[in-house]
């Protein structure tokens, strides 16, 4: 079956051109969401074009990547992961087009007011899975900039709430019985850590959907590493989004270079509009034996580390 991944930017038009000048947008927040709900349903439309079965849209999609700063302006972008205008919007585009969505969106939890960076997995009738709350939140500076995340959300408290397609007994590190097969998301910096990826698939991922938005030498180097090392360890497919081109008024270069990776090596794209990367993958690989000979699953030895 086919995937797919978008490789974008913020698709608003009116970003002014410095940062002194961001304070303007408070009354157009609704405006650059709407433009960038619009924009990916668009990309949902051509990618059903391509038979694609399921598509991952980037880390917090709906807007710019506003970390790179701290604007307490943006929190005003949160929203409820239920009833949303985002989460609305993709439920219909996903039935309208049979196809699974995982939309990360930034969270508003209405209960306990608290904010997060969360992906949505929307089945192909237009039903939520389930959510996934991104675990560990990046604070630093790097060769290219700077990102402050921690300013607009909190680390993952575990309260994703109830699902009935939720297989996993870890509250942190939900897998989905979906359409395309069990489904599971790690947020972009969840990534750099050993336990994510193994925690997804010790709960009985099969697919893992890795939404990023990232810069950077460093980080260019190991998007390059990471998820086929990850695929090949834990015997899943991996697949990464990043955002491609720069946003005003920050104007910071993203890479995008998102690829779809398995056990053994990347799956090859599929040619694709603009903003898309779509690949083809079968899951029964995850069936087969290793060609490398390796049964790392039967000779883990978990009692010595």
Same mark, same amino acid.
């Given at each position: 079956?086919?995937?797919? $991944?978008? =490789? ?11 940062? +002194?000048?961001? *304070? ?21 439309? =051509?990618?059903?074009? &391509? ?19 701290? !604007?307490?302006?943006?929190? @005003? ?7 949303? *205008?985002?989460?609305? %919007? ?12 995982? %939309?990360?969106?930034? @969270? ?10 969360? +992906? ?7 039903? #939520? &899975? ?12 790097? !060769? ?8 607009? /959300? ?19 590190? *939900? ?11 790690? #947020?972009? /910096?969840?990534?750099?850590? *050993? ?9 009985? +991922? =099969? ?17 390059? $590493? ?10 899943? #497919? ?8 720069? @946003? ?35 899951? @029964? #690989?995850? %069936? ?7 049964? &790392? %699953?039967? !000779? &883990?030895?978990?009692?010595? /580390?």
């Amino acid at each position: 079956m086919n995937i797919a $991944l978008t =490789q974008t930017v913020n698709a608003y038009q009116g970003m002014p051109v410095s940062i +002194a000048e961001l *304070p303007q947008l408070t009354g157009a927040l609704g405006a650059i969401r709407d433009a960038n709900i619009e924009h990916h349903c668009r990309l949902v439309e =051509q990618a059903k074009l &391509l038979d694609v079965r399921a598509l991952c849209m980037g880390e917090l999609f709906a807007g710019p990547y506003f970390a790179l700063g701290q !604007d307490p302006m943006w929190r @005003e972008m949160a929203e409820d992961a239920e009833t949303g *205008p985002t989460v609305t %919007a993709m439920r219909d585009v996903a039935a309208q087009n049979q196809m699974l969505l995982v %939309a990360p969106i930034y @969270e508003l939890d209405n209960d306990s007011g608290k904010r997060f960076n969360t +992906a949505v997995v929307i089945e192909n009738d237009g039903s #939520i &899975l389930g959510k996934y709350r991104k675990t560990h939140i990046p604070v630093g500076t790097n !060769d290219a900039g700077s990102f402050y995340e921690t300013f607009y /959300y909190e680390r993952s408290d575990g309260k994703l709430g109830p699902s009935t397609k939720n297989i996993s007994k870890n509250p942190y590190f *939900p897998v989905f019985d979906s359409s395309v097969g069990r489904v599971g998301v790690a #947020i972009c /910096y969840d990534r750099h850590f *050993p336990g994510v990826m193994k925690a997804l698939a010790d709960e009985g +991922a =099969q697919l893992i959907f890795s939404p990023a938005v990232t810069f950077g030498e460093k980080s260019r180097r190991m998007w390059e $590493l990471e998820f086929e090392v990850d695929a090949a360890r834990h015997n899943v #497919i991996i697949a990464g989004s990043n955002r491609l081109g720069s @946003e005003a008024p920050w104007n910071q270069e993203y890479f995008g270079a998102s690829y779809v990776a398995g056990p053994n090596g990347r799956m090859p794209a599929v040619s694709a509009p603009e903003g898309l990367i779509v690949s083809e993958i079968d899951l @029964e #690989i995850l %069936a087969n034996p290793d060609p490398s000979g390796w049964n &790392l %699953a039967r !000779d &883990l030895r978990s009692e010595i /580390y």
